[in-house]
């Protein structure tokens, strides 16, 4: 089983930053992708940012230019630095990633969420 921890969730004004991080342990073989996910209240799931273990990355276009992902493929960890945010950028963030499993099973697993407040 996959185990991934988030911490750097909080309270912050607009205009500030945070800094989320997110770390996977277990059986790990390989971790194809890892990203961070948000859902605000009475709102679907949407992807924010994604890292796929070539080097390319995916982002939200609400957050393209103030976010960042990253990613220590060697200690199985991705963060996002979270610039300039907006209150509408409230949410439960969601660490999320998908590999295989020492024996080659395929994994997809998630966090248990960090809350994320803006406030204007």
């Known amino acids: 089983q996959v185990q991934l921890v988030e911490s750097g969730g909080g309270l912050v004004q607009a205009g500030e930053s945070l800094r989320l991080s997110c770390a996977a342990s277990g059986s790990i073989l390989s971790i194809n992708v890892m990203g961070w996910y948000r859902q605000a209240d009475g709102k679907r799931r949407e992807l924010v940012a994604a890292t796929i273990s070539g080097g390319s990355t995916n982002y939200a276009d609400s957050v393209k230019g103030r976010f960042t992902i990253s990613r220590d493929n060697a200690k199985n960890t991705v963060n996002l630095q979270m610039n300039s945010l907006k209150p509408e950028d409230t949410a439960v963030y969601y660490c999320?990633?998908?590999?295989?499993?020492?024996?080659?099973?395929?994994?997809?697993?998630w966090g248990q969420g960090t809350q994320v407040t803006v406030s204007s």
């Open positions: 999320h990633a998908v590999g295989a499993y020492i024996g080659s099973q395929a994994f997809a697993s």
